[in-house]
């Protein structure tokens, strides 16, 4: 009886702390709405990022300039919207040849004797050019397919800002505020930092500094094999100018050929 007695006490408690000025119990009133949940991101308008969705995330939309090509940061000589080659087509493997051209010397050879009329096909000796082309190669680019999207929305106010030093690409005249021009990206691919390697350190050839595939050629070296020809010789003095049988080394330089990456430059900007 104690304990139900307390209880009875507490709940009479309860009421009395709820009630209003004239006894009567009081109900809470709603003022206005609760706090609603913030939409968007705090990624300034004009970003533009990859992303792995079917889809653009809400207030972005998708990048069309960047269908088929790869993102690289812009220049002053490959400006912001300049375009490198043809957009690549689903999984497509683009392939490259190349032009090769060489030219051999035979040496000569006499034979004592007057050439007779059994000697038709001899070789001559001197110089002997070819020209060919290579079998198309693939370019065999490592790469994957990722929707591209562009941020169309103002951002949205968060407590956490953005981290420093975040690079972004942006379809805009210049940084927005709070961001500077990226250092020592300009006219170069992006590479995930290989493990326990220096961070921010460039490499390979020169930067692209314009709006022009990259060429690349190459050394070969090969044989020359001649056959061999049976000949007729009457009586006389000499036969020359054949040329010598036997097989015959050269080396030459391809001629230049492009490899198609295709390329669409962008601002990139650094968080201050």
Known sequence: ?????????????????????????SVPIATGPGPQPLRGDALPEGAVSFFKKLACPEGWKPYEPAAGRTIVAASEEF????????????????????????????????????????????????????????????????????????????????VTPLPSRLLMFFDLPECPAGWKPAEG?????????????????????????????????????????TPSHGIALAGGCCGDGYAKNGTYDFAAETEPSEVDMPMLALLQCEKE
Do not use: W
């Open 185 to 225: 990206t300009t006219g170069r691919l992006l590479v995930g930092l290989p493990q326990h390697a220096p961070a921010d350190r460039s490499f390979g050839g020169d930067p692209f500094t314009s709006p022009a595939l990259r060429s690349h050629g190459h050394a070969v070296s090969s044989t020359l094999e």
């Open 1 to 25: 009886m104690k304990t139900r007695a307390t209880l009875i006490s507490l709940l009479l408690v309860s009421f009395v702390g709820c009630s209003s000025g004239d006894g009567s119990p």
């Open 79 to 158: 400006p912001s919207g300049a375009t490198v080659g043809e957009p690549l087509a689903s999984q497509e493997e683009r392939a490259h040849s190349h032009a090769i051209s060489a030219t051999v010397e035979i040496p000569d050879v006499s034979y004592v004797g007057a050439p007779g009329g059994g000697n038709a096909g001899v070789g001559q000796a001197g110089a002997v050019s070819f020209a060919t082309t290579s079998e198309p190669a693939s370019d065999d680019i490592p790469y994957v397919q990722l929707l591209v999207c562009r941020k169309n929305e103002a951002p949205a106010p968060r």
